[in-house]
């Protein structure tokens, strides 16, 4: 068994759309720290529409990228995957399946938090609790159940002290990309939330951020009204 936090981002800042930085690698050796100080294993670094290899310092390496839908955010997880993807040109589907090819496991990121992701009939491997936000566990595991996925967990860290508020227990043999790809899919993997005291004023941050940009979205069987399309990124995607 081992823990890793699935989204992680190895920037403290956006911008620089889909291209690597020269604060990467250090960004990389300091979540990696932090990581192994938490007691995790290791960590995917998930950045935004690009993929470049990193030294994780003390702790496992797992590829991955977030990439930008025109649905909102996915995570692609695995040995392979993509360097670069256009922000917003991809439909979800299309990211899925592009996951699928090069050996990676499609992870639905953060699906009550802009983004609509969630509506899209594909065949994901799995669904986020994400750490900025784990008052929508219960959320998400409803969703999860509805859809027949797993749930894994991720801090969504940007800064490295965020790193394990969320992570994932994944059950397999070796720690390598190939294994917890094929430990996703066959739902041999389990959410855990962290209970830091710095988690917890953290998360009542973001909270505030992300209601203020109304960008969080209460599912209809919680306020008993219908769902109303979020934006995924930028303007509102185009739904009738």
Known sequence: MFALDLHTHTRFFHGFT?????????????????????????VAFTNHDYYAPQDAGPVTHVPGIEVTSSRGHVLVVGPDPPTCTNPERMEPEAVVEMAHDRGCAAIIAHPYRNSTVREVDADFDAIEVNGKHPRTREWVERLAEEHGLPTVGGSDAHYPFEVGRAFTRVDADELTPEAVTDAIRAGRVEP???????????????????????????PAWVDGEQDQPTPGVGSAPDED
């Open 18 to 42: 889909a291209r690597p930085t020269p604060f990467d690698p250090v960004g990389a050796r300091l979540l990696g720290l932090v990581a192994r100080r938490r007691g995790l294993d290791g």
């Open 192 to 218: 855990v939330v962290g209970d830091f005291p710095t988690d917890r004023v953290v998360r009542r941050l973001y909270r505030r951020i992300h209601e203020g940009k109304k960008q969080l979205q209460t």
